[in-house]
């Protein structure tokens, strides 16, 4: 069944997520005037004779991935590719990609003209349920990761399940991991929903892959139009990265970004049962249903480095006091943001997980 587009409510602009096999809509954008098309190398490589082909002769640049390209000097070189084209002001910029494609194009759409029509075709599973909707670009600088950045939404989104096909076991688990971060902030009722769902979206499972696209998405949405510009209440939304991103570095990234979200919730609820905020019993149903079946699916890196960890959760730039910034999960899926977390209590609940494995 085909799901249905939505539209997400913007300060900037609103825009229209649809969902759609790329060859409905491909040839018509390419036909479109002034349009220049930016896609991942592997993307274009996996799909150029199948979903791509429309774009053959179209205007294209098609771009390195990667964390160390994700940079100014990468936007320099994309804007020196679409010069090439002889753009006019009203062009459109049409990205095909994951999160990294959609960093460096949306900097550079943003950029260009100061704001020209961008479309964004997302590609990875975190992408198509996640960061497509949001509006934020991130670059980095130096080793900081996402230091550089602007709020910009795109002008439409298209959602294509057919792309996943080709996404390696690896992204595909990062991206479940991210959308069982939603489903947890969502409430009860989607928690346990994904729980339930947790075999057939492992199994990758189309109908199960799809409902929970459009449920992440939409659980998503509330938080973005309610906070657009992350001043308070979208910060929910970093549920498991404050541990996550530190795991994430601390591991030289062995781990992906999704499954270090994963630990992350872990190690947050471990620390909100010892705050007496989150009971046994809620800690111990979310381990044993959501959170542990995704770690055994990705190769184990645990024990953790406890000070390397916390090392690297001093320097989340989302933090404001002297102390650790920590999302938790409370009882009755009430979340919350605490900016007094003590290096004891992280390093308590590193100590316990590291026990446990
Ligand atoms: N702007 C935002 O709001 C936002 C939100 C979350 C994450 N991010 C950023 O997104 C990045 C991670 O993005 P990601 O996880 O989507 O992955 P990615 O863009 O890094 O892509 C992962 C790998 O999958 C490949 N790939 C992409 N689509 C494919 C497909 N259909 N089949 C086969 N291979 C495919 C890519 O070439 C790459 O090798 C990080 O840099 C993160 O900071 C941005
Ligand atoms: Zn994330």
Redesign the pocket.
Known sequence: MPLENFTVKSKLKDYEVFFGEAAEYLPRLAAGPDCVFAI????WR??KDSALKSLESAPKVILP???AV?TLESVQLLYDRIVGFSPKKNMRLVSI???????IT?FAASTLYRGVKWTFI??????QA??CI?????L?FKSY??LV?TFYPPTEVYISAG??????DG?YL??LG?IAKLCIIGGAESAGAFADALAGLLGREPAALTRFLRLALEIKKGYIEEDEFDAGRRNILNFGHCFGHAIESATGFAV???IAVVYGILLANIAARRRGLLSEDAERSMRDRILMPLISSAAAAAPFDGNLIIQGMKKDKKRTGAKLALVMALDGFKMARVDDLEETEAAAAIGEFNRSV
């Open positions: 991942d190398e592997n993307v996996l799909h991935i990667g964390e994700k990609g994951g999160g990294i494609t959609q960093d949306g997302p590609t990875t599973l975190l992408a996640d960061s949001g509006g934020k670009t991130s980095n990761k996402n950045g792309f996943l096909s080709t996404l390696v992204d990062s991206g991210e992906s970004h999704g």
